[in-house]
C-alpha cells in the first residue's frame, strides 16, 4: 500500500474503534429516568418509595404551617413557637422585604408608596388588627390584590416570624401602660422621673 492509502486505512480504523467506544460509554447498562425494566414485575424502572416514607420538609405533613389554613380557615394562632429570636428574624425580613411599602412602622407609608406607588392599610387599622395570623401569612404566600406573591422570595418559616413581627409591631403601636410588665414600668418611671 503506498503511503496515503496507508494512512487513510489507519484513520477509518482508528474512527471506527473510537467511535465504537463512544457508543459503550453512551449506552450503559443503567436505568434512566422513567425508563421501562424487565427486571421489575411492573416493568417500570422507577420504584415507589418505601411504606412510611415521610418528606424532610415540614409543610407536607403539617398543611397549617404551609397554607395558613385550618379547618375553619385561617388560623389565628401562629403555629410556630415564638421568641425573641424568631421575633428580631422577623423584624429583619420585615425590614427588607415590606417596610419599603408598608413601612417600618407598618403604616403603609413607605418609600415606594411616597414615591406614587398605590397605598397598602395600615396594619393599625381595626380590620387589619382583627385579622387572623393565617391571613397574613397568606398575602405574603399567595399575593394580596397589587401586592405580588413573595413565595418564592421567603422561605415559609421566614414569612411566620414576619406574620410574628407585624402582630408585635400591632401591639406596639396600639398598646396600653397596662400591657407593660410592671418592673419595667418602674424602670421607664425611674428612667423619667415620673411619679405613679
Ligand atoms: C411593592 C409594595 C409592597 C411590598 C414590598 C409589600 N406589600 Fe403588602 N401590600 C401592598 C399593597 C399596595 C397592598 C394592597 C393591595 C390592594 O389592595 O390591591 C398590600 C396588601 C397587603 C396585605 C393585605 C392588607 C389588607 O388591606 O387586607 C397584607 C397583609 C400585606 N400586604 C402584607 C405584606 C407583607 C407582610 C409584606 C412583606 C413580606 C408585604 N406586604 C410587602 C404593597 C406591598
Given at each position: 500500500?503506498?503511503?496515503?492509502?496507508?494512512?487513510?486505512?489507519?484513520?477509518l480504523?482508528?474512527?471506527l474503534?473510537?467511535?465504537?467506544?463512544g457508543?459503550?460509554?453512551y449506552d450503559?447498562p443503567?436505568?434512566?429516568?422513567?425508563?421501562?425494566s424487565?427486571?421489575f414485575?411492573?416493568?417500570?424502572?422507577?420504584?415507589?418509595l418505601?411504606?412510611?416514607?415521610?418528606?424532610?420538609?415540614?409543610?407536607?405533613?403539617d398543611p397549617?404551617y404551609?397554607?395558613?389554613?385550618g379547618?375553619?380557615?385561617?388560623?389565628?394562632e401562629l403555629?410556630?413557637?415564638v421568641?425573641?429570636?424568631?421575633?428580631?428574624?422577623?423584624?429583619?425580613?420585615?425590614?427588607?422585604?415590606?417596610?419599603v411599602?408598608?413601612?417600618?412602622?407598618?403604616?403603609?407609608?413607605?418609600m415606594?408608596?411616597?414615591?406614587g406607588?398605590?397605598?397598602?392599610?395600615?396594619?393599625h387599622?381595626q380590620?387589619l388588627?382583627?385579622?387572623?395570623?393565617?391571613?397574613?401569612?397568606?398575602?405574603?404566600?399567595n399575593?394580596?390584590?397589587?401586592?405580588?406573591?413573595?413565595?418564592?422570595?421567603?422561605p415559609?418559616?421566614d414569612?411566620?416570624?414576619?406574620?410574628?413581627?407585624?402582630?408585635?409591631?400591632?401591639l406596639?403601636?396600639?398598646?396600653?401602660?397596662?400591657d407593660?410588665?410592671?418592673?419595667?414600668?418602674?424602670?421607664?418611671?425611674?428612667?423619667?422621673?415620673e411619679?405613679?
Open positions: 500500500m503506498s503511503r496515503p492509502w496507508r494512512l487513510l486505512a489507519f484513520a480504523a482508528a474512527a474503534v473510537l467511535s465504537a467506544c457508543r459503550n460509554m450503559q443503567k436505568a434512566e429516568t422513567y425508563e421501562a424487565p427486571f414485575a411492573d416493568g417500570a424502572s422507577s420504584r415507589p418505601p411504606e412510611g416514607t415521610i418528606s424532610r420538609e415540614r409543610g407536607a405533613i397549617v404551609l397554607t395558613g389554613m379547618d375553619g380557615g385561617f388560623v389565628s403555629p410556630i413557637e421568641s425573641e429570636g424568631l421575633l428580631r428574624r422577623g423584624q429583619e425580613r420585615y425590614d427588607i422585604f415590606c417596610s411599602c408598608h413601612n417600618y412602622n407598618g403604616d403603609g407609608n413607605g415606594i408608596v411616597q414615591k406607588f398605590v397605598q397598602p392599610a395600615s396594619f387599622e380590620r388588627l382583627d385579622s387572623p395570623a393565617g391571613y397574613y401569612y397568606n398575602a405574603i404566600t399575593g394580596f390584590g397589587r401586592m405580588y406573591s413573595y413565595a418564592s422570595r421567603i415559609v418559616e414569612r411566620w416570624a414576619i406574620v410574628a413581627y407585624v402582630r408585635a409591631l400591632q406596639s403601636q396600639n398598646a396600653t401602660l397596662d407593660v410588665p410592671a418592673e419595667i414600668l418602674e424602670e421607664l418611671d425611674a428612667a423619667t422621673g411619679v405613679r
